[in-house]
């Protein structure tokens, strides 16, 4: 992370000078990412930060966490504890139909993705050695009175104002100076590569036979898009924009958040971490959710606008 974080003030600073090689800071790229991306996010958390204390520190999550925790080890293999761009490409106008759509594909993709390789094969353990939890224990009254006493116990501890000010300031500077730095050089990267060589042409072609079956116009240039989604989240609606149909806009974005795989932030985390998810498994699993979350897209977008 933290050569990351230096590669994106380099590349933030080479970008606002426009210094160096103009592939890094030219309209089609450095400056989409710095100017009309990471704008945007910076403005968007800074009401973010301040909400998700309210979130954490005054027992929501652990009422919420409770209620669903059956429902979620038994659809999507976890612990009930985990439970807890539509206006860059110009469909904000289909912003219900797109919320919607999201939803349901990215539901669907964490039922199937747990059960099958390569998810299916590590084991349900762990990863402290001698610890183990047992969700199954619950107060006399069941998972609302259990529910309800988990949340009461985290108010109790509950920061006052002074401390809920600091958590979301603390908050706000981690994503600013956390991720949007790997953010930006991730996602200028990603851009120079897709925008100046031929590489997500070249992986996208077997790509382009199964967008044109599902009669996706525009196959050959939404192609590429559902690829660059690994490197970051935000790319494939940056090459959505020059996409004439609506359609196919629809369910590039629609697709693009439900990947949730991207290395500028996830993909690195997650290798940063005991799970044990190396490079090639995150590859995987960024091509199964897309498998999975294209068809449901493509149908929802013919069934809801077009």
């Not at 925790?69 to 439970?83: D, H």
């Not at 289909?94 to 059960?115: D, N």
């Not at 939890?133 to 009461?152: I, R, T």
């Given at each position: 992370?933290?050569?990351?974080?230096?590669?994106?003030?380099?590349?933030?600073?080479?970008?606002?000078?426009?210094?160096?090689?103009?592939?890094?800071?030219?309209?089609a790229?450095?400056?989409?990412?710095?100017?009309?991306?990471?704008t945007?996010?910076v403005?968007?958390?800074?009401?973010?930060?301040?909400?998700?204390?309210?979130?954490?520190?005054?027992?929501?999550?652990?009422?919420?966490?409770?209620?669903l925790?059956?429902?979620?080890?038994?659809?999507?293999?976890?612990?009930?504890?985990?439970?807890i761009?539509?206006?860059?490409?110009?469909l904000?106008h289909?912003?219900?139909?797109?919320?919607?759509?999201?939803?349901?594909?990215?539901?669907?993709?964490?039922?199937?993705?747990?059960?099958i390789?390569?998810?299916?094969?590590?084991?349900?353990?762990?990863?402290?050695?001698?610890?183990q939890?047992?969700?199954?224990?619950?107060?006399?009254?069941?998972?609302?009175?259990?529910?309800?006493?988990?949340?009461?116990n985290?108010?109790?501890?509950a920061?006052?104002l002074?401390?809920?000010?600091?958590?979301?300031i603390?908050?706000?500077?981690?994503?600013?100076?956390?991720?949007?730095?790997?953010?930006?050089?991730?996602?200028?990267?990603?851009?120079?590569?897709?925008?100046?060589?031929?590489?997500?042409?070249?992986?996208?072609?077997?790509?382009?036979?199964?967008?044109?079956?599902?009669?996706?116009?525009?196959a050959?240039?939404?192609?590429?898009?559902?690829?660059?989604?690994?490197?970051e989240?935000?790319l494939?609606?940056?090459?959505?924009?020059?996409?004439?149909?609506e359609?196919?806009?629809?369910?590039?974005?629609?697709?693009?958040?439900?990947?949730?795989?991207?290395?500028?932030?996830?993909?690195?985390l997650?290798?940063?971490?005991?799970?044990?998810?190396?490079?090639?498994?995150?590859?995987?699993?960024?091509?199964?959710?897309?498998?999975?979350?294209?068809?449901?897209?493509?149908?929802?977008?013919?069934?809801?606008?077009?």
């Open positions: 992370m933290l050569i990351l974080r230096i590669l994106g003030c380099v590349t933030a600073l080479m970008i606002f000078f426009e210094i160096g090689p103009e592939i890094v800071w030219s309209a790229t450095g400056h989409i990412v710095l100017y009309d991306l990471a945007a996010i403005t968007i958390f800074i009401f973010a930060a301040e909400i998700l204390p309210l979130l954490t520190e005054y027992g929501l999550m652990e009422m919420v966490g409770t209620l925790s059956r429902i979620f080890k038994r659809a999507f293999r976890l612990p009930g504890r985990s439970c761009v539509a206006q860059f490409v110009g904000s289909l912003f219900v139909e797109y919320y919607l759509t999201v939803v349901v594909a990215g539901l669907i993709t964490a039922l199937i993705t747990p059960r390789p390569p998810l299916s094969r590590i084991p349900d353990h762990y990863s402290e050695v001698g610890k939890l047992n969700e199954d224990v619950l107060a006399e009254g069941g998972l609302w009175k259990s529910g309800l006493a988990a949340a009461l985290k108010a109790q501890q920061p006052g002074k401390r809920w000010f600091q958590s979301a603390h908050n706000l500077f981690d994503i600013w100076f956390g991720l949007m730095p790997p953010l930006v050089g991730i996602g200028t990267l990603g851009l120079v590569v897709a925008e100046f060589t031929p590489l997500f042409t070249w992986l996208s072609y077997p790509l382009i036979p199964l967008l044109e079956l599902m009669r996706l116009p525009e050959p240039a939404a192609a590429p898009a559902f690829l660059i989604g690994f490197a989240m935000f494939p609606a940056v090459l959505a924009s020059n996409i004439e149909s359609l196919t806009k629809f369910v590039v974005i629609t697709v693009s958040i439900s990947q949730l795989i991207y290395m500028s932030e996830v993909g690195v997650i290798m940063k971490t005991r799970i044990p998810l190396n490079f090639g498994r995150l590859v995987q699993i960024f091509l199964i959710r897309t498998a999975i979350a294209l068809p449901i897209a493509i149908v929802a977008a013919r069934w809801f606008v077009f």
